[in-house]
């Protein structure tokens, strides 16, 4: 099946800091990703929708400012963190859709996701 | 909007045993359903999913049916092994949604041995 990367799967960092995640689509291409943010024993926050070309959608109560995304081709997205906190602390994993049905069916590729702990 | 509700955990069980685990959807038109399976340590999994009203769902021994009537798309396995232990989470993604696959808060699984 198609497989999503990402980049890296642990960073820890220093507040103040930032820090960039990067998201790829192996195998196929991708016009739209999306970033989750999951604490610890819960269900995955949708944070934003990555568009190749034009600028993400990002869900309600989500600091744009403060998560940076941006879809440089087809294959790639990338969220950084700037200004990092220690609330900022979770894991973050972004997927992608394969592009095979319509839209809605498609089904999503998951990356491994990146743990992010600012100190 | 569109949202999932699934059967709060933990889920403990001996092995051999039956599961189900309970997913209900709420959704304007017809979205597709799926259940994701997050290992200890590991990255979120497709399990299995259905697309249209009646279409079940299988792989691995888990089955779901898309229950339109009911709004629901329950996890079910017929006998449970240790290695099934993991957190399983519903979902749905429709037109409507824009493609974005909204979770169910998830459950997670214990198989003691």
């Known amino acids: 099946g198609a497989v999503v990367s990402q980049h890296p799967s642990r960073v820890i960092c220093k507040s103040g800091t930032s820090v960039k995640i990067e998201c790829r689509s192996l195998?196929?291409?991708?016009?739209?990703m999306f970033w989750y943010r999951q604490f610890p024993k819960q269900s995955l926050m949708l944070m934003a929708t990555?568009?190749?070309?034009?600028?993400?959608?990002?869900e309600q109560g989500v600091e744009k400012d403060k998560f940076l995304i941006n879809h440089a081709s087809l294959t790639l997205s990338t969220l950084t963190v700037t200004s990092a906190h220690p609330e900022d602390s979770s894991f973050y994993i972004c997927?992608?859709?394969?592009?095979?049905?319509?839209?809605?069916?498609?089904?999503?590729?998951f990356g491994p996701g990146t743990r992010l702990t600012v100190l | 909007g569109d949202s999932v509700t699934q059967m709060e955990g933990p889920v403990t069980l001996s092995e051999e045993a039956f599961l189900t685990i309970n997913c209900t959807y709420t959704?304007?038109?017809?979205?597709?359903l799926f259940w994701y399976v997050q290992y200890p340590g590991e990255g979120l999994q497709l399990l299995l999913k259905?697309?249209?009203?009646?279409d079940k769902g299988s792989n691995k021994g888990f089955e779901a049916t898309y229950r339109k009537e009911t709004t629901s798309f329950h996890l079910e396995k017929g006998s449970v092994q240790v290695s099934d232990s993991a957190v399983y989470f519903c979902?749905?993604?429709?037109?409507?949604?824009?493609?974005?696959?909204?979770f169910g808060s998830g459950t997670r699984l214990s198989i003691r041995p």
């Open positions: 997927s992608a859709p394969d592009g095979r049905g319509r839209e809605g069916t498609d089904t999503q590729y």
């Open positions: 195998d196929f291409q991708a016009t739209t």
């Open positions: 990555s568009n190749e070309g034009s600028k993400a959608t990002y």
């Open positions: 959704a304007t038109g017809y979205p597709s």
């Open positions: 259905a697309t249209k009203a009646d």
């Open positions: 979902a749905l993604s429709s037109y409507s949604s824009a493609s974005k696959i909204i």
